[in-house]
């Protein structure tokens, strides 16, 4: 091993940073966002549970283990149920986002720690500790390079999330200074996850948090049993951000600066819509706009500004935006989204479905959208939408919105997040018993030792 730097690394600071954290001294408001976190991830892998792409997941993997998949039956080791509740998580793309990134956060940071605590004993404190830690460090670490990560080809969900998963872990583990640096110092050859999935809508985005998960918590295994590793993993010359965003200059003060004590989980998204983070705005304009009486039939072109780094995501290729291959693509289809929200009057689960993709009225509608890149727009700052349709009496009605619904500009309440939870519940075959019991639990989840069990099945 070499010797100690006098000059401090990223991952040093970070580590410090978080050392310094305790249960009680963690603000009401970051402990409630935890619990609506919670609520929002148990919700999301039920739902998930009996879908073709968990069955596929669930029968890739070996079952045995002390540790949950929410959902399932039986146990499974703490990796694997990393990365089969991240993947449920993250499935349906209805998890919470981050308007500073774009980034999945909980998505990873959850699995990760509720499967080292069970794993190893640790109780609701330090769940709390890990969750918070790890999410804050996720959502500052995708501002370090605004955008680049995704420009470069790659998910900073999955990218980012590693290293954060490893500090939550390590944070929930109770690792000290050197283990908790040596295990971010992994997380960065660990981290992994290009875009291509955009290309013929396949199944391995979904994958990608819980992968970052199980990297996370390996990473954290590692550091703990005195595995040497980079001090320098983020702004060292061959590090996490030369490597997935092609440039070591990063904003490295918003990653460090305040941690702890200005935080920014409080602006954490939670979706309306179960469909990708950028086209939520614009369901809202289409949803407004169908709410005045015009139909689909009446409407001959519609055009919407956009930001720049959306497009490559949301928009091109045009053509095949307008008819997407399958159910799990059109989520990443703004012309799609605008669409079905206009014809069905909602985006919810039920709107991505094999059935929609093939609907003659909702496709004849989206091959009408078109596009035109807005230089002014605040992405990612902020996530905005725009539809403007021509109708075929000459009349122009437009809508605009210049927020994401669900953030810290326009919350959902306590109530909408439980409603949502329900709702996602009923969708993957829970009694309301169950999912009754489950959100009578949550006030006291963080306060006594953890027993997941009754979440299996």
């Known amino acids: 091993m070499s010797a100690p730097s006098a000059v401090k690394s990223i991952a040093e600071i970070l580590a410090d940073k978080a050392a310094a954290l305790t249960p009680d001294g963690i603000p009401a408001p970051v402990r409630t966002r935890a619990e609506e976190l919670l609520i929002d991830v148990i919700g999301l892998c039920v739902a998930a549970r009996n879908t073709d792409y968990m069955r596929a997941l669930v029968a890739a993997v070996d079952a045995g283990g002390v540790c949950t998949a929410i959902g399932h039956s039986g ?9 089969i509740n991240g993947t449920a998580v993250h499935g349906e793309d ?80 109770g690792l000290d200074r050197r283990q908790t640096v040596d295990a971010l110092g992994h997380s960065g050859s660990l981290a992994s996850g290009i875009i291509e999935y955009l290309a013929d809508g ?17 990473a954290a295994r590692l550091g703990a049993q005195g595995f040497f590793g980079p001090r320098t993993v983020f702004e060292g010359t061959h590090g996490l951000f030369n490597g997935f965003a092609r440039s070591a200059q990063g904003n490295y003060a918003v990653l460090t600066e305040g941690f702890g004590e200005t935080w920014v989980i409080d602006s ?9 983070t950028m086209n939520q705005p614009y369901i809202d304009c289409a949803l407004r ?39 799990y693509v059109a989520k990443f289809s703004a012309p799609f989204n605008i669409a079905v929200a206009f014809v069905t009057g909602g985006a919810g689960l039920s709107a991505f479905t094999e059935k929609t993709v ?3 009225r909702i496709l ?27 109708l075929k009496d000459g009349r ?21 997040i439980e409603a949502k939870f329900r709702g996602n519940c009923e969708h993957g075959g829970w009694k309301k018993e169950q999912a009754d019991r489950f959100l009578a639990s949550v006030p006291k989840f963080f306060d006594s030792s953890l027993d997941l069990r009754p979440l299996r099945g």
């Not at 109780?123 to 999410?135: F, K, P, S």
């Not at 985005?205 to 390996?218: C, F, S, T, Y």
């Open 75 to 83: 146990g499974f080791d703490a990796g694997t149920a990393a990365l």
């Open 94 to 173: 209805f998890d919470d986002t981050f308007e500073g990134g774009p980034i999945h956060s909980t998505s990873v940071i959850m699995p990760a720690v509720l499967a080292a605590c069970e794993r190893f004993g640790r109780d609701g404190r330090a769940a709390l500790m890990g969750i918070v830690t790890g999410v804050e460090a996720s959502c500052r670490l995708s501002m370090v390079v605004p955008k680049a990560v995704h420009k470069s080809g790659f998910h900073p969900t999955s990218v980012l999330g590693a290293p954060a998963a490893a500090l939550a872990a390590s944070v929930a583990l």
């Open 202 to 218: 396949a199944w391995t985005k979904r994958i990608h948090p819980g992968w970052a998960a199980q990297a996370g918590l390996q």
């Open 268 to 276: 954490i998204t939670f979706k309306p819509y179960a469909t990708g």
């Open 289 to 327: 706009l169908a709410k005045t009486g015009i139909r689909a039939e009446e409407v001959t072109d519609i055009l919407c500004e956009t930001a720049e780094g959306y497009v490559h995501r949301l928009w091109e290729p045009l053509e095949s935006k307008h008819r997407p291959p399958n159910e």
């Open 358 to 360: 093939r609907d003659p």
């Open 364 to 390: 004849a509608l989206a091959s009408k959208v078109r596009y035109v890149v807005n230089p002014n727009d605040p992405y990612p700052r902020a996530f905005t939408g725009h539809v403007r349709m021509t």
């Open 396 to 416: 122009v009605v437009e809508e605009r919105q210049p927020h994401i619904r669900g953030g810290a500009k326009e919350p959902l309440t306590r109530a909408d």
